[in-house]
């Protein structure tokens, strides 16, 4: 069914929160080809989730802190800041969305994923805001229909070659529930990059998939979607570039008596702080293996294939990978204890540079109880 539930007008508030203090070894965690020096650091973070549901509204605040101190190198040190606020209302037949968040940290990790620009420490701060309707045109059919901006800006740039950027999407969806296993979809998107000051560049980007998602079992589910996207890239006033593609999107979830394994690829695009919007190849695989009720083993492992859409560029084509075996033990209710070794490795095209990274870390977490209380606005 996809027809969305009816009003009631019992409230409730919740709360959640969570702290961490975590100690790591990294001995390059700039990511650099260049010359550095091992660093040891103290990352100490927290995260609250409060807010207000009913049967069709739910109103919720996120926020978060982390204050990380450096020894070894100069100019790491940074303060982490996010807030957000998430809103969702039901009525019989739509759910509309409205997100909105500011988030400041660095680029020693908003970087990872796409321009890979970590070797000088940045501060970031990215403002978003998102939309959406979802409206069930019968038991079986649903369209949704979202809209979101993003504004990132650079504190301190020089010359680091980062680039201030808006990206805007309007996208939509229409699915249908070919049974209570299969769902059939396709999705429609238009995408607007702009880069300020020297990059100048423009980009305008639409794509269409079509896919299928399936759950062959309560333990077993899986998925797919492919498509196509052309790319009009205007840089500078004179230069004009198009580009054409494929879209591709493939995940695996498997669940057994003691281990999880959940497996993604995908084929999309991405804004980035390099001047360009690129095209980025993800695949990821996580793995989850359960000793007993308080041990567990992890494994976390991502590659990216970043290729920029300008054909005029390929600075910031590059290959980025890490993998991360974790363990975890839970000491009591509320508290865990996380050790954990990462190792990245990164490679840009067109200089050939390669950097690599060696990291130790040790995590102590606890969360605080949820605390509800009933009552009625």
């Given at each position: 069914?996809?027809?969305?539930?009816?009003?009631?007008?019992?409230?409730?508030?919740?709360?959640?929160?969570?702290?961490?203090?975590q100690s790591l070894y990294d001995?390059?965690?700039?990511?650099?080809?260049?010359?550095?020096?091992?660093?040891?650091?103290?990352?100490?973070?927290?995260?609250?989730?409060?807010?207000?549901?009913?049967?069709?509204?739910?109103?919720?605040?996120?926020?978060?802190?982390?204050?990380?101190?450096?020894?070894?190198?100069?100019?790491?040190?940074?303060?982490?800041?996010?807030?957000?606020?998430?809103?969702?209302?039901?009525?019989?037949?739509?759910?509309?969305?409205?997100?909105?968040?500011?988030?400041?940290?660095?680029?020693?990790?908003?970087?990872?994923?796409?321009s890979g620009l970590m070797e000088?420490?940045?501060?970031?701060?990215?403002?978003?805001?998102?939309?959406?309707?979802?409206?069930?045109?019968?038991?079986?059919?649903?369209?949704?229909?979202?809209?979101?901006?993003?504004?990132?800006?650079?504190?301190?740039?020089?010359?680091?070659?980062?680039?201030?950027?808006?990206?805007?999407?309007?996208?939509?969806?229409?699915?249908?529930?070919?049974?209570?296993?299969?769902?059939?979809?396709?999705?429609?998107?238009?995408?607007?990059?702009?880069?300020?000051?020297?990059?100048?560049?423009?980009?305008?980007?639409?794509?269409?998939?079509?896919?299928?998602?399936?759950?062959?079992?309560?333990?077993?589910?899986?998925?797919?979607?492919?498509?196509?996207?052309?790319?009009?890239?205007?840089?500078?006033?004179?230069?004009?570039?198009?580009?054409?593609?494929?879209?591709?999107?493939?995940?695996?979830k498997r669940t057994f008596e003691?281990?999880?394994?959940?497996?993604?690829?995908?084929?999309?695009?991405?804004?980035?702080?390099?001047?360009?919007?690129?095209?980025?190849?993800?695949?990821?695989?996580?793995?989850?293996?359960?000793?007993?009720?308080?041990?567990?083993?992890?494994?976390?492992?991502?590659?990216?294939?970043?290729?920029?859409?300008?054909?005029?560029?390929?600075?910031?084509?590059?290959?980025?990978?890490?993998?991360?075996?974790?363990?975890?033990?839970?000491?009591?209710?509320?508290?865990?204890?996380?050790?954990?070794?990462?190792?990245?490795?990164?490679?840009?095209?067109?200089?050939?540079?390669?950097?690599?990274?060696?990291?130790?870390?040790?995590?102590?977490?606890?969360?605080?109880?949820?605390?509800?209380?009933?009552?009625?606005?």
């Amino acid at each position: 069914m996809i027809l969305f539930p009816g009003a009631l007008n019992a409230a409730q508030w919740y709360s959640e929160s969570s702290t961490r203090a975590q100690s790591l070894y990294d001995d390059n965690i700039r990511l650099t080809s260049g010359k550095h020096d091992a660093v040891v650091g103290m990352v100490l973070a927290g995260k609250i989730k409060t807010g207000r549901r009913t049967e069709t509204t739910d109103v919720q605040l996120n926020g978060g802190a982390a204050l990380q101190k450096y020894s070894g190198e100069d100019d790491l040190d940074t303060n982490d800041f996010d807030l957000g606020i998430d809103a969702t209302h039901r009525t019989e037949r739509d759910e509309f969305t409205v997100n909105a968040a500011i988030k400041l940290d660095s680029t020693l990790s908003s970087e990872v994923a796409s321009s890979g620009l970590m070797e000088s420490r940045r501060r970031r701060i990215q403002k978003n805001f998102a939309l959406s309707w979802t409206h069930a045109i019968s038991e079986r059919t649903s369209l949704k229909l979202g809209y979101s901006y993003i504004d990132t800006k650079y504190k301190n740039r020089g010359n680091s070659g980062l680039v201030n950027y808006t990206y805007q999407v309007i996208d939509s969806m229409l699915s249908y529930s070919l049974n209570q296993k299969t769902v059939l979809y396709s999705t429609l998107a238009y995408s607007l990059y702009k880069g300020s000051d020297w990059a100048k560049t423009k980009t305008q980007d639409i794509g269409f998939m079509v896919g299928v998602n399936h759950n062959f079992s309560e333990t077993f589910s899986a998925g797919g979607s492919v498509g196509m996207r052309y790319a009009d890239t205007e840089s500078g006033p004179t230069q004009n570039e198009s580009d054409t593609g494929y879209l591709l999107s493939a995940n695996i979830k498997r669940t057994f008596e003691q281990m999880t394994i959940d497996g993604l690829f995908r084929r999309n695009v991405l804004p980035s702080g390099g001047g360009a919007l690129l095209v980025t190849d993800k695949l990821s695989v996580k793995a989850a293996y359960r000793i007993d009720e308080r041990r567990s083993l992890h494994l976390e492992t991502t590659a990216y294939r970043n290729a920029s859409t300008d054909e005029n560029d390929k600075s910031r084509d590059r290959v980025f990978y890490s993998i991360q075996p974790k363990v975890r033990w839970r000491v009591a209710r509320w508290w865990l204890i996380e050790g954990s070794y990462r190792y990245r490795r990164q490679r840009y095209d067109a200089s050939g540079r390669t950097a690599d990274s060696n990291a130790v870390f040790l995590s102590a977490r606890y969360v605080w109880p949820a605390k509800p209380s009933a009552g009625l606005w």
